[in-house]
């Protein structure tokens, strides 16, 4: 009987955090925004760790940090529908890895740049649409998306060649300089004054070759383009159509697009 009255108890706290998570109303927006921008300072404490690790402040601000990321993994775990759907979410396993080194930074490396990948699972959810449609972006979606990829998968590989190649150097060049070899990669430029040793090194360049630069060109055809709407046809199912679409290119069926009015 208690336990029966304290789940009644926990059942609306639940709710609330799955409106939150998943919602798609201002509260949930909101919310959710602040988790990026949360993200992007945990960002920051991994770019100054060069600059803080020899200081009381960094342990301070470290577990500060771990104390967060495993508050939100409670969070995200009673917003959950099952432990098992939890637990096979990649996002969960990269915030327990981070909260791992986090909590031992002695023995692990900081690898606080895999929180940007939090980014990239926001944007994939519906409620990033919403927040464009807020900030008038509607008709530049695939644009946003294509750089937000682009955006991520530079940082986390920026991110990874700087841990395990340019952590120990100069704080100060260390970062840059694994931001140069990526971009220089990515974009198959290959100054050469800048490599990677050994045979670690030259398996993380070919990775970051093949899937950075389908992302680069990714991004420049959404800019080319022209501007489309994503509008499922009733009749065949295809999904993008011209902005002014009065039938289906596929079927010819009469669409019915929604705009906001705008003249």
Known sequence: MASETEGNRTKPFRQRLVRLYYGRDTAAI???FTLMVIDIAIIGFFLA???LRDRPSYLILDYMIAAWIAVELIAQWSASWSTRRFLMRPMTWIDLFVLCTLLFPQWLFNFAFLRVARIWAVAQRPVFKLMLNRLGLKEQTDVVTAFINLFVFLFLVTGFVYTFFFYREDPGTGFIDAMYFTV?????TGFGDITLPGTFGKLTSIVTMIIGISLFVRLAQAIVRPSK???PCPQC?????DVDA???KACGHVLNIPDDGAV
Do not use: E, W
């Open 229 to 231: 709407v994503t509008f």
């Open 237 to 241: 199912g295809l999904q993008r159509h």
């Open 30 to 32: 909101r919310f959710q």
């Open 246 to 248: 009065v039938h289906c």
């Open 49 to 51: 760790g060069p600059y």
């Open 184 to 188: 220089a990669t990515v974009t198959t």
